[in-house]
T-cell receptor, first 113, second 112 residues
Framework: DAMVIQNPRYQVTQFGKPVTLSCSQT?????MYWYQQKSSQAPKLLFH???????NEADTPDNFQSRRPNTSFCFLDIRSPGLGDAAMYLC????????????FGSGTRLTVV | DQQVKQNSPSLSVQEGRISILNCDYT??????FLWYKKYPAEGPTFLIS?????DKNEDGRFTVFLNKSAKHLSLHIVPSQPGDSAVYFC???????????FGTGTSLTVIP
């Protein structure tokens, strides 16, 4: 039973063409996160939502935006993908802020051509 | 600036033997640590955690050891099984915020 679902699993987009990645959860967790993981690198937090409150990491490029229309869904929008944005994008959830393990989705691998 | 480091990108172990995966961190404010396991084409899944008030936490075949003075933690898997073959990520969190800082992962291969 997948609890954090990311769609699609693989996404190919053209350089500069806006793309949206989707994440949904059935856990009713308050917090949803988006991580970017490039090859052989650690996952890097882009931003998170605590309920409807959006928290952007200081070094997240403006090219990356997020929306959370309701508790279950969270979207990652890349306004103008560059070749350097090719990566695995991981969505994660947690019940609350604090020392609580995350539940991750399977990720979306983005290729920019 | 990598605050959590896993210096061994890969490790191979015979089935039945002990696997030891290491992780070092630089921030003394980190007080909660986790290990995640990741199979290809899947997201990371939580494996085991430890708080800084402890130096050991055990869950079945998995034990995590924390050495705060050395800023080092390790994951021991005994006995190792072929199904343990995966990438293992160490992650750390400080009291100041919710973000977890991840290491780059160690790919474990358990040879039957």
């Amino acid at each position: 039973d997948a609890m954090v679902i990311q769609n699609p699993r693989y996404q190919v987009t053209q350089f500069g063409k806006p793309v949206t990645l989707s994440c949904s959860q059935t856990l009713n967790h308050n917090v949803m996160y988006w991580y970017q993981q490039k090859s052989s690198q650690a996952p890097k937090l882009l931003f998170h939502y605590y309920d409807k409150d959006f928290n952007n990491e200081a070094d997240t490029p403006d090219n990356f935006q997020s929306r959370r229309p309701n508790t279950s869904f969270c979207f990652l929008d890349i306004r103008s993908p560059g070749l350097g944005d090719a990566a695995m994008y991981l969505c994660a959830t947690s019940r609350d802020l604090g020392p609580d393990g995350y539940t991750f989705g399977s990720g979306t691998r983005l290729t920019v051509v | 600036d990598q605050q959590v480091k896993q210096n061994s990108p890969s490790l191979s172990v015979q089935e039945g033997r002990i696997s030891i995966l290491n992780c070092d961190y630089t921030n003394s404010m980190f007080d909660y640590f986790l290990w995640y396991k990741k199979y290809p084409a899947e997201g990371p899944t939580f494996l085991i955690s430890i708080s800084s008030i402890k130096d050991k936490n055990e869950d079945g075949r998995f034990t995590v050891f924390l050495n705060k003075s050395a800023k080092h933690l390790s994951l021991h898997i005994v006995p190792s099984q072929p199904g343990d073959s995966a990438v293992y990520f160490c992650a750390a969190q400080g009291t100041a915020g919710n973000q977890f800082y991840f290491g780059t992962g160690t790919s474990l291969t358990v040879i039957p």
